[in-house]
């Protein structure tokens, strides 16, 4: 079954700390997507990032990075010296044989000043 | 220029009333979704079109019928409307196949049923 879990509902830190936020998914596929994005509070949803099953490794695009881990079926999104821009609903997905991306619940992160 | 759009943005009916919701994509992406997220944020998969094909369609209320006159436009209506229909209606679309495409979202449709 395809399943994708962010036990974290809501991170909140001061401007400029570091921050990760997990994602654990599951499938029975060995060929699969694992995607994330973005929601601010205006509401549209922002594509992220993009990671096939075959590639395992980390990806750094400025002040974001993600560390993806197939042994623990992870996908973890980190944001260094974070911003206050950077407040926003993040979400985790998951494409696979069935044709669709099933997301996680969500991780509200709230950046302090 | 916008990838996919939607309208309304905003709709405000009383239940028992009967509503659609537009979309259009201008990227030519060949398959076409509704997503459905509530007030805790939870985003949740209803259909998904193919070249104006349903290809899935997740255990949705049969109130519930999207209409695909052309592979780029995917259309939603809601007849009967509950109050538990209120929520964002998000449109998205991709390049499907084999290797799976990032979602193009639109702005989403906020829909109150009082």
């Known amino acids: 079954a395809q399943k994708v879990t962010q036990a974290q509902t809501e991170i909140s830190v001061v401007e400029k700390e570091d921050v990760t936020l997990d994602c654990v998914y599951e499938?029975?596929?060995?060929?699969?997507?694992l995607f994330w994005y973005k929601q601010p509070p205006s509401g549209e949803l922002v594509f992220l990032i993009r990671r096939n099953s075959f590639d395992e490794q980390n990806e750094i695009s400025g002040r974001y990075s993600w560390n993806f881990q197939k042994s623990t079926s992870s996908f973890n999104f980190t944001i260094t010296a974070s911003q206050v821009v950077d407040s926003a609903v993040y979400f985790c997905?998951?494409?696979?044989?069935?044709?669709?991306?099933?997301f996680g619940s969500g991780t509200r992160l709230s950046i302090r000043p | 220029d916008t990838a996919v759009s939607q309208t309304p943005k905003y709709l405000v009916t009383q239940m028992g009333n009967d509503k659609s919701i537009k979309c259009e994509q201008n990227l030519g992406h060949d398959t076409m979704y509704w997503y459905k997220q509530d007030s805790k944020k939870f985003l949740k998969i209803m259909f998904s079109y193919n070249n104006k094909e349903l290809i899935i369609n997740e255990t949705v209320p049969n109130r519930f019928s999207p209409k695909s006159p052309d592979k780029a436009h995917l259309n939603l209506h809601i007849n009967s409307l509950e109050l538990g229909d209120s929520a964002v209606y998000f449109c998205?679309?991709?390049?499907?196949?084999?290797?799976?495409?990032?979602?193009?979202f639109g702005e989403g449709s906020r829909l109150t049923v009082l």
């Open positions: 499938t029975r596929d060995t060929t699969y997507y």
């Open positions: 997905g998951e494409y696979s044989s069935a044709s669709k991306i099933i």
């Open positions: 998205a679309s991709s390049q499907g196949g084999q290797v799976a495409g990032e979602l193009f």
